[in-house]
């Protein structure tokens, strides 16, 4: 049986996944604010290499995405979980994991009278997660890997117009389906 995570296994009944979840938002609601800055910066910076190694790969299939365009974002879907693991391995902290733990601790009534605490929490992580994010943009520029064709410059122009003509439900959806799990 693999180590337990958070004091539970795979083969815990549901109740005790809910009752380590709740947990855990109440200590990170706790962690101190350079414990929320380095790790909420971690987050965004390892999210942010997981699209630019899935942005590579996916412009750099080739002939792959115009034949089988449904192989190539399969390519790109199995690159990207590369931030995931980062922020696992890490414990780096992503916004998306306080909104579902801090969540669930804050409607359990675990955070009574740690409302305004909590709130900058969530914000908190927000902003380092997106100040993290963007300098590995600014680091990605910088280097001039964003120039070369046809790896990510016209992929990712592509990519951007796509999410940028789409509906504001649309997008709005598949930022929901993203982050279900």
Request: hydrophobic share 45%.
């Amino acid at each position: 049986e693999p180590p337990a995570r958070l004091g539970v296994s795979l083969t815990d009944p549901p109740a005790k996944f809910v009752g380590a979840s709740i947990e855990s938002g109440v200590q990170k609601v706790d962690y101190q604010w350079y414990d929320n800055t380095y790790n909420g910066f971690l987050g965004g910076a390892f999210i942010a290499l997981g699209g630019f190694f899935a942005n590579m790969t996916a412009g750099g299939c080739g002939t792959i995405a115009s034949d089988n365009p449904g192989l190539m974002r399969l390519i790109a879907g199995l690159v990207f979980p590369f931030g995931l693991a980062m922020i696992i391995l890490t414990g780096a902290e992503l916004v998306t994991s306080s909104f579902s733990t801090v969540g669930q601790a804050w409607f359990a009534g675990e955070l009574k009278g740690k409302n305004i605490r909590t709130l900058i929490n969530i914000i908190h992580i927000y902003f380092m997660n997106f100040v993290g994010s963007m300098v590995v943009v600014g680091l990605i520029y910088g280097s001039g890997v964003v120039e070369i064709d046809p790896y990510t410059k016209g992929f990712s122009l592509g990519l951007a117009n796509i999410k940028m003509t789409a509906s504001f439900g649309e997008n709005l959806i598949r930022g929901i389906v993203c982050n279900w799990l």
